[in-house]
């Protein structure tokens, strides 16, 4: 018997709910049910894929292995769907953009503006989230293409360059280093540096230029680049955060940015798409963006 989308779906509700019984109210079914989907799914691949947690349940080492498979075929088939759909109604199916938050607030609105003006018929739709939930939208299909930071490097997705992402370190105008010139980045060691969660590219971006300069400063994590600069503005630490979404309220004095030798690393703006069978509309959006 071949695996079926019903199997999927279960096996994928498990890894995510961690238990039969949570997966059985996720799906609107019977535990024996979900528990049979499980077995039947784990029979077709060859190996267990689950194993007993305590209570629960959690995904086997093959287990992990096969889920984001599981999530990007059930993906495909989604997105077959919907391109089939608007196939048969003549219309373009929506380009669906998942987009880190600095991007979709800075970089976007007026790219997006110039390609609708392009596109008409390319209707357009946009989650926005860190870079860790861009990937796993992009990896489940659930998005059709993603504006963040460079590609990892699993072969998964590819990675076309669209502009330049300077990063700037930012403080409140009165910080006592405010006019020095050549600040040394280990004269920083003493600051509270303000950053993102974990899962940012800017979180990993400042992290490693930290650990270049061998310090480990007092770090305050704070949900978003807006909000580290209006925690820098107040006065709360310094933080490191795109130029483009400070450079306003650097012109309007409300923030100063230090000069800090050596300088924060710069990085690139990429569209993010599937390597496996991208769609024809983030293909045609990739490529629009590549070229402005």
Same mark, same amino acid.
């Given at each position: 018997m071949a695996m079926t989308l019903s199997q999927l779906k279960t096996f994928i509700a498990v890894a995510e709910d961690g238990s039969v019984r949570a997966a059985a109210e996720r799906l609107h079914v019977s535990q024996p049910s979900v528990s049979g989907s499980i077995a039947a799914l784990s029979d077709e691949v060859g190996v267990a894929l689950t194993e007993r947690d305590g209570r629960g349940m959690k995904l086997s080492a093959a287990g992990e292995v096969f889920l984001p498979h599981a999530r990007e075929a059930l993906g495909?088939?989604?997105?077959?769907?919907?391109? +089939?759909?608007?196939? *048969?109604?003549?219309?373009?199916?929506t380009v669906r953009i998942a987009a880190v938050y600095t991007a979709a607030?800075?970089?976007?609105?007026?790219?997006?503006? +110039?390609?609708?003006? &392009?596109?008409?018929e390319i209707p357009i739709q946009l989650e926005i989230g860190n870079r860790e939930h861009v990937l796993a939208l992009l990896g489940s299909r659930e998005a059709d293409i993603g504006i963040g930071g460079r590609a990892p490097d699993d072969g998964m997705v590819e990675g076309l360059r669209i502009a330049t992402n300077r990063h700037v370190i930012v403080a409140a105008p009165d910080h006592p280093l405010a006019r020095q010139q050549k600040i040394a980045l280990r004269d920083l060691a003493s600051e509270t540096w303000l950053v993102r969660e974990?899962?940012?590219?800017?979180?990993?971006?400042?992290?490693?230029?930290? &650990?270049? &300069?061998? @310090?480990?400063?007092?770090?305050?994590? @704070?949900? *978003?680049?807006s909000a580290v600069a209006a925690a820098a503005m107040v006065g709360l630490g310094i933080g490191i955060v795109p130029l483009v979404a400070v450079e306003h309220l650097i012109v309007a004095g409300s923030l100063v940015q230090?000069?800090? &030798?050596?300088?924060?690393? *710069?990085?690139?703006?990429?569209?993010?798409?599937?390597?496996?069978r991208p769609s024809p509309a983030a293909r045609t959006l990739a490529e629009f963006l590549t070229q402005r």
């Open positions: 495909l088939l989604e997105q077959g769907t919907r391109m +089939a759909h608007s196939a *048969s109604a003549k219309e373009q199916a607030e800075f970089v976007l609105p007026t790219l997006l503006r +110039a390609f609708r003006e &392009a596109h008409p974990e899962a940012s590219g800017t979180r990993r971006l400042v992290d490693e230029y930290l &650990a270049g &300069a061998h @310090i480990v400063p007092s770090k305050t994590t @704070i949900g *978003s680049n230090l000069d800090v &030798a050596p300088s924060p690393p *710069s990085r690139d703006w990429f569209a993010l798409l599937p390597v496996r």
